[in-house]
Structure formats: C-alpha cells, structure tokens
C-alpha cells in the first residue's frame, strides 16, 4: 500500500485509509506504537502492556550492550 506525505496544518504528516485503520484496529484519537525494524518501522496499535515490555528491553539493551555483543558472536 502506498500512502503520501502530506501537509497538516503547519506539520507533515500522513492519511492512512479506513481499510488500514480497520486492520490495525484503530480509530480516530487512537494510539499506535512504531517499532523500528530492519526493514523501516512497523506501526501496530497501541498496548500498554506492550510499550512497558519494549521499555524494559530497551533498557537492558542499553545497559547490556557488551554482554550481548558477545553472546551474539
């Protein structure tokens, strides 16, 4: 799916059609999360529970980082 860059108001943003809305789960006032992947971002829709979880990885990520570079090799 294609989707344009477009400008609201004195911002840049984006206008994703009703069939995404719908597959995402989400509406009007909602909250989505973005995920950066190697291949760009994700977008799902917002979880709580998810985001506290995303948190925490990321900061043993950070605070790991060595630990896990030498786990990965």
Excluded: C, W
Excluded at 47 to 56: L, S
């Amino acid at each position: 799916m294609k989707i344009k860059v477009t400008a609201v108001g004195d911002s840049t943003g984006i206008i994703l059609p009703k069939e995404l809305l719908e597959k995402l789960g989400v509406g009007k006032g909602d909250t989505l999360y973005v995920t950066e992947t190697p291949r760009g971002v994700e977008l799902s829709s917002y979880n709580q529970e998810f985001a506290i979880q995303m948190d925490v990885a990321e900061s043993v990520m950070r605070e790991d980082h060595n630990v896990l570079r030498k786990l990965a090799e």
